[in-house]
C-alpha cells in the first residue's frame, strides 16, 4: 500500500511493548547541510541523559551536496559497537530516501522531511512526517538562517517522540557553541519549536523510549585524535610536522589547539615549548621529524595510508640511523586514495616494514580513545628508548568518532629521555664514546644530539652503511654486525610494548585475537555467544613486535579467530610468521566494507567457521 | 658563540676561538682530483676558521650525489647529517628547531635541489630557514656517471647521453621568486669571492642560497660546456668585489667612498660591495632579476651578491620560542602539570 506525504498514516503490525534504551537512530541528510551539529547534539544529549551511546559518522569524501549518514546507538548494556539493525530512521535528504526507508527494520519507525515527495511502500513500520520548513519559520530563525537550522527539527522531533531531556539538548548545544548565546538560541530555538509541535501532532506508534540512566557519569566524550593529540602534548612533544589528509587532519589540528593552551614555558613565560609545522607534503613532514627527532626532540608526525607511502623513505632511514620519532597513522581503506572517509585496518604490514631493505617498524596498536590518550605520550618514551621511529596506528572510527571513555589519565612514569650523552656525560667518559656501540647488551647504543657542545659529542649520520663509530663502511662484516644488532633491538622493544588485554572464561577453547576499533565489536560478540553457551577468550594485540602473551594464547586455544578490518587478514599473516609451528590454530576472519565493525559479523563468522569445523 | 677552552701547542696558530684550523677541517675528500666542491669544502674551513665559529655551533646537513658526500671533508667537529635524495631542507627544517643557536650549513648539488628536490628547495626558501644552502652546481649527475642534470644547457652533448633537449632551471632565479632573502652565485674557480659569499651567508639569518657552478671534471668539463672550468673563467661577469667584515673589526678594506655599497648584516658584520664596471644594488629585487635575464641573454656568468633582504625574520624567530634550546628544556616544561588534566576532561564533554 502507498502512503501520501501529508498525512500521518500508521503501520498495522506495531509491537507494543515499549523498547527502552536499546536501539540504533540512523539520520540520512545532505552532507554541508550542518546535519553534524544536529546529530552531536542527540548524541551528547543522551549522553548526558546518563545512557550508554556511541555515534558513527558515514560521510563521503565530498563537502556539499552529497548522502551521508550518523547512526547513534544507545545501549543499556554499554555496547558501544555500530549495529547493522536501524530501528529509527530520519530522512532529510530526497536523494537517500528510498534507501533510508527500506533500511527501516521492521516495526521500526521512519521520521521523514515532508517536502521530501516520494512514495512509501511500507506498512510494517511507523511513519511521521516533518513539517521542517514550517517549523522552521514558526521558530522565528530568520529567513536568512533557516537551512542551516532545518535539521535541528528532528533533534526537536525525536526528542519529544523518544524522550530526550530538552535541558540536556540546550547543554549539548552549549558546548558546541562553545557557550555563544546567539547560535544556541537560534538552534535551540528550533528544537522547541520541533518538539511542541511534535507534542500537538505526532501521534506515537511505535515502542522506543529512553529513560535517564546514571551509566556515563564517570566518562567523558571525545575521540581519538583529539585524545591522541592530548597524550601527545603530556608526552612533552617538542616538534610536530603534517600534511593535511582524512581523517588525521584533527590530531595534528587538536596539537594547534591544545600546545599554545597548555605548553607556554613556566619558566621563560610567554615562550611556546613547542613548534607545529604544517608541510609541503608528507615527504616533508617526515623529513622534519626524522630531523628534529635526530636533534633531540619529541618529534610527531600524523597521516593516514597515502601519507605513509610517501613516508616510507625516511621512515627506513630512521630506522637504520636509528632516529626516534613517532608517527600517527589514522588508518582509511586502501590502496590508492580508496575509500578515503571509510575505516580499515589495512596498513599494519606495510608500516610494519616500511622500507626497504630489511626493516621492522615499532607499532603501537590503540583500541580505545583512552589508550590513544596514554599511547600519545608513551610512544615517545619508547620512540627514545629504542632510537627508533615508533607507528602508532589508529584509525578513522576511533580517530573522528566521538567515544565515551573514562577520563584522561595523567602520566604517572617521568618522561624517559632514553640515552643521549650530553656535556658533562663526555667529560666523565673523556670523550670516549662510539654511537652505534652496544655496551649495554640491549643493542640500544648512546647518542648525542647537535648543540651538544663537547668536542667529541659530534657524529655524523647516514643512510648508508656505518661503523660503531658512525663511519661510512661498505664491509661486508660491518654491515652484517649492524643488521644483526637492528633485528636484535627489535627484539629488546617485545619487553618495553604495552602487553595484550587478554579476557578469559573458564573452560574456553576458542580465542579471538583483534586489535584497534574492533575492540567493542568483539566484546558484544563474545557476550552474544556465550549466551548460547560458546564461551569465547579474546586478546587484543597492542603492539608491534608481539609481546610475549600472544604466542602464549595462541598456544593454548585450539582455535584462534583473527577478527580484523582488511581483506587479506594482516595481523593474521604476521601471527603466521611468528608462529609457523602454531598455523593450524590460526583462522582469518577480515572483513574490509569501510564500515565501522559490527558484533553480528563477529559472531555469524565464529559460528559459521565453528559449523565448518564441525563438519 | 660557545667557546671551548681546548689545550693547544702554543707553536699551532689559533683564532679568537682558540681553535686551528685543524679543528676544522674533515675526513680526506674521496671524489676525483679537481672536483670544485673539493674547491668548496676548504673554503667553508677557511671561512669558519676566520670567522672564529666553534665548529659544535654548526650543523652540517645534505641529500644524495656527489656532492651530499662532502660535508664529511669539512668540520669534522659539527654535527652533520647526510639524509636521503632532494630531501635535506625538511631534514634542516627540523634540526634546526632544536637549538637556535646553531648554525645549519646545507649541502646540495643541482640533481639534489633542481630535479628530485625542487620542492623541498623552494619551501625552505620560502619559510626562511636558518640555513646557508649551497648548491654545487655542475650541471650533471656524477655519482650515477654522467647523465644531464635539470641545470645542464639545452644542447649540451655528453657522452654516451646524447644531447639535452630541455630548458635549464637557474637556482638562483628559482630561490629569487621563492622570496630567498639572500641569493648570490659564485664559482668554483673563484674561492676568494666563494669564501667571502660563505662569510656573508653564515652572517644572514635567514635562508642563504648560494649556487655555486662547481665543475665536474670527469663528466662536464669540456670547454663548451657552461659548468665547466673554462667557461666559467672565461664568462665570468663579478657584480663587484665582495668583502666581509666582522662586526668587531674597523673597516680596513681600502676602497673610495661613494663607490660602495654596504650591507650590515644581523650579527653586526659588514657586506661591502665594492665597485666594478657597473652600479649593482643588491637590495633591489627587481633589479636582481633583470640581472639574472641579463646573465641569460649575453651567455655569461654573473656571479656575487644578487640579493639580501636583511629584514625578514628568519623561521625560527616565528614561533616565539624560550632562549633555552627546545632540546634542553627539563622535564617540568615540557609536561603540563598534573592540575591540568582536570581542566582537559572539562573541556571534554
Known sequence: ?615 | MNNQTIKTNSRVQVNIAGLSKADYRGNPTTLCQGCGHNSIASQIVAACYELDIVPEDIVKFSGIGCSSKSPTYFLTRSFGFNGLHGRMPSLATGALFADHNLKGIGISGDGDTASIGMGQFKHAVRRNLRLVYIVENNGVYGLTKGQFSATAEAGLTLKSQGTNPYMPVDIAWEALVGHATFVARSFAGDPKQVKALIKAALSHDGIAVLDIISPCVTFNNQDTATHSYAWGKEHEVALHELSYVPPVEEIMVDYELGENVEVTMHDGSLVVLQKLEREYDPTNRAEAIRVLEEANACNCLITGLIYIDTDQKSLDEIYNLPETPLNRLSQERIRPPRETIKTVNDMMF
Open chain 1, 1 to 615: 500500500m502507498s502512503h501520501q506525504m501529508d498525512k500521518v498514516e500508521i503501520g498495522n503490525s506495531i509491537a507494543v511493548n515499549t523498547i527502552v534504551n536499546d536501539f540504533s537512530i540512523t539520520v540520512g541528510t545532505m552532507n554541508g547541510s550542518g546535519s553534524q551539529t544536529s546529530n552531536l547534539t542527540v548524541l551528547r544529549a543522551l549522553f548526558k541523559m546518563g545512557i550508554p551511546v556511541s555515534g558513527k559518522n558515514l560521510f563521503p569524501s565530498n563537502i556539499q551536496g552529497l548522502p551521508t549518514w550518523y547512526t547513534i546507538r544507545v545501549s543499556k548494556d554499554g555496547y558501544l559497537a555500530r549495529r547493522e539493525e536501524h530501528e529509527i530512521v530520519v530522512a532529510m535528504n530526497p536523494d537517500s530516501f528510498q534507501q533510508d526507508l527500506r533500511e527501516v527494520t521492521p516495526n521500526g519507525s521512519f521520521y521523514y522531511a515532508d517536502h521530501i515527495r516520494a512514495d512509501i511502500m511500507r506498512d510494517d513500520i511507523s511513519i511521521y512526517p516533518m513539517p521542517v520548513k514550517k517549523i522552521v519559520r514558526d521558530s522565528g530563525a530568520p529567513p536568512k538562517l533557516r537551512d542551516y537550522v532545518a535539521n535541528m527539527v528532528y533533534v526537536g522531533v525525536l526528542a519529544q517522540s523518544l524522550g530526550i531531556e530538552l535541558e540536556k539538548i540546550y547543554q549539548a548545544l552549549e558546548y558546541h557553541f562553545k557557550g555563544k548565546s546567539k547560535p544556541i538560541e537560534l538552534n535551540y530555538g528550533v528544537v522547541q519549536a520541533a518538539a511542541a509541535w511534535a507534542e500537538e501532532n505526532l501521534e506515537k506508534s511505535d515502542p522506543y523510549k529512553l529513560e535517564p540512566m546514571t551509566a556515563t557519569e564517570n566518562f567523558i566524550m571525545a575521540d581519538g585524535n583529539t585524545a591522541g593529540a592530548l597524550g601527545s602534548v603530556y608526552g612533552g612533544v617538542h616538534f610536530v610536522s603534517w600534511y593535511p589528509i582524512t581523517p588525521a587532519s584533527s590530531l595534528a589540528e587538536s596539537l594547534g589547539y591544545f600546545l599554545p593552551l597548555l605548553r607556554k614555558d613556566p619558566v621563560e613565560e610567554g615562550k611556546n615549548t613547542f613548534a607545529v609545522v604544517q608541510a609541503e607534503d608528507e615527504l616533508a613532514a617526515i623529513g622534519m621529524a626524522v630531523g628534529a627527532g635526530w636533534s633531540g626532540l619529541r618529534a610527531l608526525t600524523s597521516t593516514s595510508g597515502p601519507g605513509i607511502s610517501l613516508m616510507a623513505e625516511y621512515a627506513g632511514l630512521a630506522y637504520f640511523a636509528e632516529v626516534p620519532l613517532v608517527l600517527w597513522d589514522v588508518q582509511r581503506a586502501g590502496p590508492s586514495t580508496g575509500l578515503p572517509t571509510r575505516t580499515a585496518q589495512g596498513d599494519l604490514t606495510f608500516t610494519y616494514n616500511l622500507g626497504h631493505g630489511d626493516t621492522q617498524q615499532i607499532i603501537m596498536l590503540p583500541g580505545t580513545v583512552n589508550e590513544c590518550f596514554e599511547f600519545g605520550w608513551r610512544a615517545f618514551d619508547i620512540a627514545e628508548r629504542l632510537q627508533t621511529p615508533v607507528f602508532v596506528l589508529s584509525d578513522l572510527d576511533l580517530g573522528m568518532n566521538q567515544w565515551m571513555t573514562p577520563p584522561f589519565e595523567y602520566p604517572e612514569e617521568p618522561l624517559d629521555r632514553g640515552k643521549v650523552l650530553w656535556e658533562e656525560d663526555l667529560e666523565k667518559l673523556e670523550g670516549k664514546w662510539a654511537r652505534y656501540l652496544d655496551i649495554d647488551g640491549d643493542s640500544v647504543p648512546y647518542r648525542t644530539v647537535p648543540g651538544n657542545r663537547h668536542p667529541k659529542a659530534a657524529y655524523f649520520s647516514r643512510g648508508t652503511g656505518h661503523t660503531n663509530e658512525a663511519r661510512y663502511s661498505e664491509d661486508s662484516g660491518v654491515w652484517v654486525e649492524l643488521l644483526a644488532r637492528l633485528k636484535e633491538k627489535h627484539n629488546t622493544a617485545r619487553s618495553l610494548m604495552p602487553e595484550s588485554i587478554i579476557q578469559d572464561l573458564d573452560g574456553s577453547e576458542i580465542g579471538v585475537i583483534g586489535y584497534g576499533s574492533t575492540e567493542p565489536a568483539i566484546r558484544e560478540a563474545r557476550d552474544q555467544l556465550a549466551a548460547k553457551g560458546i564461551l569465547i577468550d579474546s586478546l587484543r594485540v597492542r603492539s608491534l613486535p608481539f609481546t610475549r602473551d600472544v604466542r602464549e594464547f595462541i598456544s593454548r586455544h585450539r582455535v584462534n579467530y583473527i577478527v580484523e578490518m582488511n581483506r587479506d587478514g594482516q595481523l593474521k599473516q604476521l601471527l603466521l610468521i611468528d608462529n609457523p609451528d602454531l598455523s593450524n590454530r590460526i583462522i582469518s576472519l577480515a572483513y574490509f566494507d569501510g564500515l565501522p565493525m559490527t558484533a553480528r559479523y563477529v559472531r555469524e563468522a565464529i559460528l559459521a567457521a565453528e559449523e565448518e569445523r564441525d563438519e
